[in-house]
């Protein structure tokens, strides 16, 4: 999974599975930044209308029903990003059925939850732009 944020390359470890048969989970987690004393950041976008059961839908353009960023000290949140209504886009460009291999696009702009402090070295809004990600779909 990658995308430029806020014009950096961004780049996450992927994570896609049906959440509650009719959702389709699409998450990315910076790995190489989740170390005991450093934070770790997870970008995750819930998709309706794609899956339903067991049956997958057609290439094109979905509604993202909630899209986040999560800054984690451990299994702590010490910051946090939401996306307004309409700030996120979704596309599975393809999907094998034999090997479970799900490929879509992805932009979100986020901003940041005033219920947390400011997040040091990020700033207010996150803008996730060209996101692109390709995954083995978990059944």
Same mark, same amino acid.
């Given at each position: 999974?990658?995308?430029? +944020?806020?014009?950096?390359?961004?780049?996450?470890? $992927?994570?896609?599975?049906?959440?509650?048969?009719?959702? @389709?989970?699409? &998450?990315?987690? =910076?790995i190489? %930044?989740?170390? =005991?004393? %450093?934070?770790?950041?997870? +970008?995750? +976008?819930?998709?309706?209308?794609?899956?339903?059961?067991?049956? =997958?839908?057609? $290439? &094109?353009?979905?509604? =993202?029903?909630?899209? /986040?960023?999560?800054v @984690?000290?451990?299994?702590?949140?010490?910051?946090?990003?939401?996306?307004?209504?309409? &700030?996120?886009?979704?596309?599975?460009? /393809?999907?094998?059925?034999?090997?479970?291999? @799900?490929?879509g696009?992805?932009?979100?702009?986020?901003?940041?939850?005033d %219920?947390?402090? $400011?997040?040091? &070295?990020?700033?207010?809004? +996150?803008?996730?732009?060209?996101?692109?990600?390709?995954?083995?779909?978990?059944?």
């Amino acid at each position: 999974m990658s995308a430029r +944020l806020n014009g950096q390359p961004w780049e996450a470890e $992927p994570d896609v599975f049906v959440l509650a048969d009719t959702a @389709l989970f699409v &998450g990315g987690s =910076v790995i190489h %930044s989740c170390r =005991v004393a %450093s934070p770790c950041f997870r +970008l995750r +976008l819930i998709i309706d209308g794609y899956i339903d059961g067991d049956e =997958v839908g057609e $290439p &094109g353009t979905y509604p =993202v029903r909630n899209a /986040s960023y999560a800054v @984690l000290h451990g299994d702590v949140v010490s910051g946090a990003f939401d996306a307004e209504e309409g &700030g996120s886009s979704f596309q599975v460009t /393809s999907y094998d059925a034999a090997t479970r291999t @799900l490929k879509g696009e992805f932009e979100s702009t986020l901003y940041r939850d005033d %219920s947390f402090p $400011p997040v040091r &070295g990020l700033p207010d809004t +996150l803008r996730f732009t060209g996101g692109v990600f390709e995954a083995l779909l978990a059944p």
